[in-house]
């Protein structure tokens, strides 16, 4: 698995996202770290972005969670992930039976949550809509807790995904490919 790591504030695919957006106003800078686990936040960091940041537009407004949105977060990752496995469980099956010779993992075809570790960005979009850029990744990185981890390659170690928290909807969710 040949992962090209590189620490950005954001991946450029989130630059073009949220400058797309035209924000609604909202001045509120910090984020509150909250937690849905007894308060266990070993598994995930909530993150601001930089307004001041000359490549993000002067519309984009970073936002607050609460923990009854975390919790949301956490109910629409899942039906996300549920959403995805199953097409990948097959493919695991398929190949391991036309390719034994592979020794196949399943975990390298599906995704289980409790692996991984997740950075989410809160933002309001054009709308006024709160909306999450969630970034969810199996390894454990030193400054994950701080700076964007943006990871070419690795599979689905590593994916990541938009949650509408005024819709409970996703969109943009994507997995790593492999080299």
């Known amino acids: 698995m040949n992962t090209n790591l590189t620490l950005l504030k954001l991946p450029a695919f989130l630059l073009l996202f949220l400058l797309s957006c035209g924000q609604t106003t909202n001045n509120q800078t ?58 990948q469980k097959l493919k695991f099956d398929t190949l ?34 709160k909306e999450v850029w969630v970034n969810c990744f199996c390894s454990d990185f030193a400054n994950w807790r701080k700076e964007i981890l943006t990871v070419k390659d690795g599979g689905n170690c590593y994916f990541s995904l938009t949650i509408n928290l005024s819709t409970n909807t996703f969109s943009y969710f994507m997995v790593n490919g492999e080299a």
Do not use: W
């Not at 601001?48 to 993000?56: I, K, M, P, V, W």
């Not at 592979?102 to 989410?120: A, G, M």
């Open 30 to 87: 910090k984020t509150a770290e909250v937690n849905i686990h007894s308060n266990d936040t070993s598994n995930y960091v909530i993150l601001n972005f930089d307004t001041t940041n000359t490549s993000l537009s002067n519309n984009t407004n970073p936002t607050l969670l609460t923990r009854a949105e975390i919790e949301e977060i956490d109910i629409i990752l899942k039906q996300c992930v549920d959403n995805y496995n199953p097409e």
């Open 96 to 129: 391991s039976k036309e390719h034994p010779e592979y020794n196949l993992k399943v975990d390298d075809f599906v995704i289980d949550l409790s692996r991984y570790k997740r950075q989410y960005l809160p933002f309001l979009n054009s709308a006024g809509q």
